[in-house]
């Protein structure tokens, strides 16, 4: 250690130096905290002062609303959890996160989002919910004794299968179409064993994924962006299918007209990808000598209203244009048809049946069509007074597996 008079001014230079000094913080780093703070201050100004939507068209679905106050909600916790999806449906900018979050996905090589996969091609393909084996089982039972109760009835019983099962081709590298849709095997073997052994002899199953798998453009059958089978699908089953229907009459020459180019639908909407738009065709009939053209009208109940037409063009200007077959889902519809034959078909269906009903028409005098999800009255009444004399039951396996409806309107 040195003194002060001991110490040259070299030796003080090079002690001086050993010393610490106090660092500049550079200006750059002085502004960040700050300016982070001031932006999520705006950002949750913003979030509490904009005006809360009640429908996302990207989503496709009602978002969450602010919750009601009140002491049962604090006290079983409900208040919080919708407070919690309020916060999250009503996020400003939510939908640009969600294609950000989606392209990121994307970039780092995710194979799925929210249960979408990214399938090849631009196909998104939806994963396979758990089966519930209870539930299947009380559904089952109820068509098995609807067929057994009315064994003079012609019975079709039709299910689809989703893309992941026809299009497995077109999953992610290292998902197989049994990772896709682990229990499907299982469903599919105790639905035939249910409904395989009933004693109306005029029940039908049958498998329509055998004649999807064979068609000779598979890539036609399903939309890429959307859950459901496309009008192609609908008509590659209705032709295999007719013969088990009954129906012995020619099938018609169709004129195909493209009616979108840009339709995005649920897969869409669930997953955030937006980067493919499909092509919604209808298939329209040519009459000819041996194929007559059959006039009809539908009548939806809920509103009153009969229309000449099964597609309604107005949806086609909305976020979910598959609703342009008939609208989308209602409990009722009728149509009621110049061919009297007196053969009146009864549908028990999802919204898959709905691009295919349009080819029953020309066979049946009447088609009376309920969505068990929807439908509240008396089914046996409706069968004694509209005479039904055939039934067809057309569900995507997702939705069948799944429905709990079906087994309570059959109930009565």
Known sequence: MYTGAQMNKQQ????????????????????????????????????????????????????????????????????FSALSAYQSDQFIGRDYWIRLRNSTQKFFGFKENDGIYFGSDGYLLKQGEPLDETKLNATLKAVDDFSNANPDMRITFLLVPGAQTVLSDKLPSGISAEDAFPD?????????????????????????ENFLKQAENTDRLYYKTDHHWTTYGAYTAFTNVKTAMAIDEPTPSFEVLPVSESFQGTLASQSGSFEEEDTIVVFRPIASDIMPEVD???LYPDEKIKL??????????????????????????????TNLNDRKLLIFKDSYANC???????????????????????????????????VLFLYSENTFFEDVTLKDVLAG
């Open 356 to 390: 295919f009903i349009p080819f029953l028409i020309p066979y049946f005098q009447e088609i009376e069509i309920i969505d068990p999800r929807y439908y509240y009255e008396d089914l046996d009444l409706l069968i004694r007074n509209e005479q039904i004399t055939d």
């Open 184 to 208: 499907r095997s299982k469903a599919i073997e105790l639905t035939q064993s249910v409904l395989g052994n009933g004693n109306n002899p005029y029940f039908t199953y049958v498998n329509v």
């Open 296 to 298: 009809y009208y539908v």
């Open 12 to 79: 003080y230079d090079q002690y001086n130096m050993q010393i610490p000094r106090k660092q500049k913080v550079p200006l750059f780093y002085k502004m960040v905290f700050p300016s982070l703070a001031v932006f999520l201050i705006i950002f949750m100004l913003f979030n509490l002062l904009s005006k809360p939507r009640t429908f996302s068209s990207q989503e496709n679905r009602n978002l969450a609303q602010m919750p009601e106050l009140s002491l049962e909600s604090l006290a079983d916790g409900s208040y």
């Open 308 to 337: 000449s037409s099964c597609y309604r063009m107005e949806k086609l200007a909305e976020k979910d244009q598959y609703t342009l077959f008939f609208g989308g889902n209602y409990g009722r519809l009728e149509i009621h048809t």
